[in-house]
């Protein structure tokens, strides 16, 4: 440890202790809801499967229980239990009928009809035990209204079975007899019932009855046989009483499973399907021993990460130290080299940032000064210029006062130097507001207003041009904060430029738009024009002080447009295509 020194010492206890916190931390939390999730999902697929089979089992139910009840009602039976008695041959045939519907399903094992006395007229199947095991079921099934099924109990030859009633009434409602069907559960109940699908190599679904015994067979070899023993648990406990659902509890066994429990009413049942907790939560054990070989190969990273940063961390701080000595005397050309991709580079190139932004502003200082003194300059240069040009249009004015025959005023050389003398007086007002600062005043407009009064300023011009302008608004009381007059000076610069377009083309059907659409966080104004246009190269260069395609242009009506709207934190777009005509966009902010 004594190569890092005491500022890597500290460093790396602390970056240590601030990384193995949160590391510790988000571990714990990680495995904490993944174990969640992983509950969560066994518990819906547990459920989900005991659901299953509860409605397999509820529709068996009820398909048996439709086919005992055709066939009570069939005519054959219900006139042979009518009788009380029947010949020899009239019970073959009755049994005939029955062996048709016994042959329909595997699941039955036999059927037999008894008249209201208790009788048995019919059955496919003839033994002592027969008539032994349903008697009481006989007896109770004449006495009932409503169907009714059978403790599962244990046939000698047919293994587990149970029996469904259906009572055989005449034209009158009257019971007259009783249909007992008996079906074994090898072919019927065991199958959806060990059925394992979803259930792993520990899952298992029983049915117990209300007296807590186990119905069904398991299919673990080692386990009581049916009939045999009761059993308990939370989740019997809880389908007896007639609830339904999941939860993590000890089985009969005493292991520790996700059981989920729904109650069978009919049959005052509980179907119970559990897996072991140990293999449904398997994937937690994997997800914990990845965590913790994560978790040791972090905080070895770590160790090399801060052993390495302890021994270079003094070398960028140094050089940083040095820069920030040599700029604060002056030396703006100084950096620093980004040799680390962390906070420390960061910090480099935010110094190197900042020292650039000293330079640029120093720049731009210099410049301003600059353009202070030129605009000083280019003020006393127009003052100097307008003297001898204001006597020069005087003297015009006198010679054209004086010239009483016309022959001045309308010679060629006359006219030339009025229209330059105007040219120049116009380029030097030009000039001498591109050289002011802006400064604005800012008041809050529609843009209903503001195109109403550009419409009454221009329409003289517009006449005398036989131009027509048209103004189309998506919102007219869109308000925008703008100095009104500047941007009237912006709107006599572009539609000015319009005018002089739709001239150039030669066109006897000038047309302007004026056009406002509005956004969340801007209001566009645009002036369309169907004049001459541009050529392609010249677009890029529009807003370029001195730029003009026209022979008598200064150049500076656009630069001084774009030079109101950026003082208005705006941007002003200009796009054109020849002989198509020309659009200008001023997005301005949407006033708050």
């Known amino acids: 440890m004594a190569v890092f020194g005491k500022i890597g010492k500290r460093l790396l206890s602390w970056f240590v202790l601030v990384a193995l916190i949160p590391l510790l931390f988000m571990g714990y939390q990680g495995y904490y809801f993944a174990r969640l999730a992983v509950k969560k999902e066994a518990y819906l697929h547990i459920q989900a499967i005991s659901q299953q089979k509860k ?7 009820a398909e048996r229980r439709a086919d005992t009840e055709v066939l009570s009602a069939n005519p054959s039976i219900v006139e042979a239990c009518q009788l009380g008695a029947i010949s020899a041959d009239n019970r073959r045939s009755l049994e005939r009928l029955l062996d048709s519907y016994k042959a329909q399903s595997q699941a039955y094992e ?14 496919t199947k003839h033994t002592d035990e027969t008539l032994a095991e349903m008697h009481d079921f006989v007896l109770e099934a004449m006495n009932s209204s409503q169907p009714l099924t059978s403790p599962i109990h244990l046939h000698n030859e047919f293994g587990l079975t149970i029996h469904l009633s259906g009572r055989v009434t005449n034209e009158f409602g009257k019971p007259v007899g009783v249909v007992i069907t008996t079906l074994g559960l090898a072919y019927t109940l065991n199958p959806i019932i060990l059925d394992t699908t979803g259930l792993g190599f520990s899952g298992q679904a029983y049915l117990v009855d209300k007296n807590k015994v186990m119905l069904t067979p398991s299919r673990f070899m080692n386990h009581p046989k049916p009939l045999t023993h009761t059993m308990d648990s939370r989740g019997i406990q809880l389908a007896l009483q007639g609830s339904s659902g999941v939860e993590l509890y000890h089985d009969f066994e005493g292991r520790d499973v996700i059981g989920a429990w729904d109650f069978l009413p009919n049959e005052q049942w509980a179907l119970i399907t559990e897996i072991d907790a140990n293999e449904a939560f398997a994937s937690l054990q994997m997800l914990r021993r990845n965590a913790m070989l994560v978790a040791i190969g972090t905080l070895g990273l770590i160790l090399i990460v801060v052993a390495f940063i302890s021994r270079t961390l003094s070398k960028p701080i140094r050089e940083l130290a040095n820069a920030s000595s040599a700029v604060s005397k002056g030396d ?4 620093v080299a980004i040799q680390l991709n962390d906070e420390l580079g960061d910090l480099a190139a935010s110094f190197n940032q900042m020292v650039q932004s000293l330079k640029d502003s120093q720049k731009q200082l210099v410049q301003s000064e600059r353009l202070a003194a030129i605009g000083e300059l280019v003020a006393s240069v127009v003052h100097e210029i307008r003297n001898p040009l204001s006597a020069i249009k005087m003297n015009l004015r006198i010679l054209e006062t004086k010239d009483l025959q016309g022959e001045l005023v309308h010679s060629e050389h006359f006219q030339l130097a009025k229209s330059q003398t105007e040219r120049i007086e116009t380029m030097l007002t030009e000039l001498l507001d591109y050289s002011k600062t802006i400064t604005i005043q800012k008041r809050n407009v529609t843009v209903l207003e503001l195109f109403n009064r550009v419409s009454r300023d221009f329409s003289t011009l517009l006449d005398e041009r036989n131009a027509v302008l048209h103004a189309r608004h998506q919102n007219p009381l869109d308000v925008v904060s703008v100095d009104d007059e500047r941007f009237m000076q912006v709107f006599w610069n572009l539609i000015t430029n319009s005018l002089q377009a739709i001239d150039a083309s030669g066109r006897s059907d000038g047309k302007i738009e004026l056009i406002s659409e509005s956004s969340p966080h801007a209001t566009v104004l645009s002036i369309k024009d169907n004049g001459m246009g ?3 190269e010249s677009v890029k260069h529009v807003f370029e002080p001195f730029f003009t395609t026209r022979k008598n242009g200064t150049g500076l009506g656009l630069a001084i447009a774009k030079k109101i709207v950026d003082a ?3 941007h002003i777009t200009f796009r054109s295509r020849m002989n198509e005509g020309s659009e200008i966009s001023i997005s301005l902010p949407r006033s708050t």
Do not use: K, N, P
Request: include cysteine; hydrophobic fraction near 40%.
């Open 55 to 61: 409605s397999q089992i509820e529709q068996w139910f």
């Open 110 to 123: 036999f059927i037999c009809v008894y008249s209201i006395s208790g009788t048995m007229l019919a059955c």
């Open 332 to 335: 703006l050309g100084r950096r």
């Open 534 to 536: 541009l050529q392609e």
């Open 568 to 570: 208005h934190e705006g």
